[in-house]
């Protein structure tokens, strides 16, 4: 199923599969039902847009991090990267979608 058809839900669970539970990309195809190719340029898209959001939802959880601090990182990494509000919009998006459980 192409990109633009599936749902940002279920994309947002393979990449969670993928980053978080470290998952292979033959794995999350079967568990999630979606081809293995698919799987693979939806990850690879992500690392493309330089932003892992699993990683920084898991650094949010640790003391003493902000999201101030984790948009610094960011933008030495990307140097023009997003503005802090933009950072801060997408990540609260993200963490909305967070489901345990796959969008069937």
Do not use: N
Not at 27 to 52: E, F, P
């Amino acid at each position: 199923m192409p990109a633009e058809r599936m749902s940002m839900k279920k994309i947002r669970y393979v990449l969670r599969l993928t980053f978080e539970l470290g998952m292979s990309r033959r794995q999350v195809a079967a568990a999630t039902g979606i081809g293995r190719t698919a799987v693979t340029d939806y990850v690879q898209r992500a690392g493309a847009s330089g932003l892992d959001w699993p990683h920084i939802h898991a650094e949010m959880k640790r003391r003493g991090v902000t999201m101030s601090l984790l948009w610094q990182e960011y933008r030495i990494e990307h140097g023009k990267g997003y503005p802090y509000s933009w950072f801060c919009e997408r990540y609260r998006a993200w963490k909305q979608g967070v489901s345990p459980v796959p969008d069937t």
